[in-house]
């Protein structure tokens, strides 16, 4: 996937944009994340992320880069669709790989915590 259109992605929206993102977000990440489990082999820092855009702390723009990230995961309407056996997690990887890179320092040791408990549980 090209830097242009990554960069487009992860572009922070408004405030009523990033509500309707966390709202998408904290009714389907879940359910996403159990199905690319086995095809993203950072899972732990996606799950992690989801705890650090949840996280008031979280300064607004890194929070506002990683609920684009994690709506693009989410959301049906990809580049690639997941569907798609082999590729379908590729374009979600690219974005989520770009966000995680960009906001690293404000995902907090608390956040790894909360993602492996989550992780625990999925793989049970």
């Given at each position: 996937m090209e830097r242009g259109?990554?960069?487009?992605?992860?572009?922070?929206?408004?405030e009523s944009e990033q509500a309707r993102q966390e709202s998408e977000i904290?009714?389907?990440?879940?359910?996403?994340?159990?199905?690319?489990?086995r095809h993203v082999p950072f899972m732990d820092d996606v799950v992690a992320a989801y705890?650090?855009?949840?996280?008031?702390?979280?300064?607004a723009a890194s929070r506002g880069i990683l609920l684009a990230a994690l709506a693009y995961?989410?959301?049906p309407f990809?580049?690639?669709?997941d569907?798609?056996?082999?590729?379908?997690?590729t374009d979600d990887i690219a974005v989520l790989w770009?966000?995680?890179?960009?906001?690293?320092?404000n995902i907090r040791p608390e956040h790894y915590v909360k993602a492996r408990e989550a992780l625990g549980e999925m793989e049970d």
């Amino acid at each position: 996937m090209e830097r242009g259109k990554i960069g487009e992605i992860l572009s922070p929206g408004s405030e009523s944009e990033q509500a309707r993102q966390e709202s998408e977000i904290r009714r389907s990440f879940f359910d996403t994340a159990r199905r690319a489990l086995r095809h993203v082999p950072f899972m732990d820092d996606v799950v992690a992320a989801y705890y650090c855009a949840l996280d008031p702390k979280t300064p607004a723009a890194s929070r506002g880069i990683l609920l684009a990230a994690l709506a693009y995961f989410v959301l049906p309407f990809d580049i690639v669709p997941d569907f798609i056996f082999g590729l379908g997690f590729t374009d979600d990887i690219a974005v989520l790989w770009a966000a995680f890179r960009s906001v690293r320092d404000n995902i907090r040791p608390e956040h790894y915590v909360k993602a492996r408990e989550a992780l625990g549980e999925m793989e049970d």
